[in-house]
């Protein structure tokens, strides 16, 4: 694993950034508490630098300053949010192996794509075949 030193600078500023953000908002509640629960490991990740979440979890977490601290206050984070974002996702794109690893996240998220089409036709034969309310 890298220590954040070894960090590409726009990596290690949005990491820091990242931080700061989750320090500003209640983590037991909102979009934070719901990503901590569902994916400490990855939370930890994009707060070591070595994931970069994606832009959809920053803006989530964006709404939780919102709620927080204010529209204003999430107005204001949202330019430099952004700015800071694509600056690490470039770094981390860059990085030797760049490439293949974007390979290997599309690949993994097409997997997760046929699971979820497949899941809902299994629940949609399944509460259509359904004949009572209990088993739909």
Same mark, same amino acid.
């Given at each position: 694993?890298? %220590? ?18 989750? $320090?500003? %908002?209640?983590?037991? $509640? ?9 994916? /400490?490991?990855?939370?930890? =990740?994009?707060?070591?630098? !070595?994931? %970069? ?17 204010? /529209?204003?206050? $999430? =107005?204001?984070? !949202?330019?430099? =949010?952004?700015?800071?974002?694509? $600056? ?7 990085? /030797? ?40």
């Amino acid at each position: 694993m890298m %220590v954040v030193q070894q960090l590409p600078g726009g990596i290690r500023e949005f990491a820091g950034y990242l931080r700061d953000l989750l $320090a500003r %908002v209640d983590q037991r $509640a909102g979009w934070a508490a719901v990503f901590w629960q569902r994916d /400490p490991d990855g939370m930890r =990740a994009c707060l070591d630098g !070595t994931e %970069v979440p994606p832009w959809d979890v920053v803006e989530a977490l964006l709404i939780d300053l919102a709620h927080d601290a204010g /529209p204003e206050a $999430a =107005a204001q984070e !949202t330019r430099r =949010a952004r700015a800071l974002h694509g $600056a690490s996702q470039r770094a981390y794109d860059s990085r /030797p192996g760049g490439r293949e690893a974007l390979g290997d996240r599309l690949d993994q998220m097409l997997r997760e794509q046929r699971y979820a089409a497949e899941r809902r036709t299994e629940l949609t034969r399944r509460l259509t075949a359904a004949t009572s309310a209990e088993e739909a």
